[in-house]
């Protein structure tokens, strides 16, 4: 009898250098694959399509919540996020900080809920009940770096 058993983690796949960033409309930053990949701790199990799909969507979605405050500051004569008077944390914007975070996070999200197990058997049941976790903690930070570059609370309280 023998058995095989995997216990390496899928290496991350390289990608050409070209393909590494996803190019965006120009005031918004550009976002680096690598770096998505490296800071919401994505390993080989995402291919590099894929996580350009999800970067993809989630930057058009990130936009698109954006826009109005985007034209305002805009109309304030800023000619990039980056340009928007925020304080700096390691040479960058906060705003920029913020607008990769909810990027990042909507991304990760998005391929934690495909990559999210159908397994009938009791391990799988709990092993999607954390990802269930992660989902939700994930677009959480969505919302409140969202919130916090808008300049807007996190949460609002009302009475039922």
Not at 3 to 14: D, H, L, M, N, R
Not at 40 to 68: P, Y
Not at 93 to 115: F, G, I, K
Request: net charge negative; with cysteine.
């Amino acid at each position: 009898m023998s058995s095989f058993i995997a216990t390496a983690e899928p290496g991350v796949p390289t990608s050409p250098t070209d393909a590494a960033t996803v190019t965006n409309n120009g005031w918004f930053p550009d976002i680096d694959l690598n770096e998505l990949r490296d800071a919401m701790r994505l390993d080989g199990t995402v291919t590099h399509d894929r996580l350009r799909l999800a970067a993809i969507d989630a930057i058009a979605s990130i936009n698109d919540e954006l826009q109005a405050w985007q034209t305002g500051q805009r109309a304030a004569g800023h000619a990039d996020l980056a340009s928007v008077p925020a304080p700096e944390l390691g040479g960058v914007s906060t705003h920029v900080l913020r607008y990769r975070r909810a990027v990042y996070n909507l991304a990760r999200a998005d391929l934690t809920e495909q990559y999210r197990t159908y397994d009938a058997t009791k391990t799988g049941s709990q092993h999607a009940d954390e990802l269930e976790a992660t989902i939700c903690e994930s677009r959480r930070n969505v919302r409140w770096a969202l919130n916090d570059l808008r300049g807007i609370a996190r949460s609002t309280i009302e009475l039922i």
